[in-house]
């Protein structure tokens, strides 16, 4: 069982910053497939990043130059830098572990962008 909890997440004006920290348990945290997905209301969960274990990196096309996925194995953390934030990018975001044919996912942060 791997346990993930976020941070960081709260109320930014468009235009502004946040970074989001996922820390996970678990000994083999450099093997999991790291990412971070967002649910607005009244939509369907989609992927925004994710990071493999060699450090390769994807992103969702909405948030491409904006936001940058890292990670710390030393930490057993993942990060979500995210920036020139939009009102588009407000929803609950969730860190998501991916290991062989299990997924385990964070409680989820708010973050809400708006003047």
Request: charged share 15%; net charge positive; with cysteine.
């Amino acid at each position: 069982q791997v346990q993930l909890v976020e941070s960081g997440g709260g109320l930014v004006q468009p235009g502004g910053s946040l970074r989001l920290s996922c820390a996970a348990s678990g000994s083999i945290f450099r093997l999991y497939v790291m990412g971070w997905y967002r649910q607005a209301p009244g939509k369907q969960r989609e992927l925004v990043a994710v990071i493999t274990s060699g450090s390769r990196l994807n992103y969702a096309d909405s948030v491409k130059g904006r936001f940058l996925i890292s990670r710390d194995n030393a930490k057993n953390t993942v990060y979500l830098q995210m920036n020139s934030l939009k009102p588009e990018d407000t929803a609950v975001y969730y860190c998501n572990a991916h290991i062989a044919t299990m997924d385990y996912w964070g409680q989820g942060t708010q973050v809400t962008v708006s003047s």
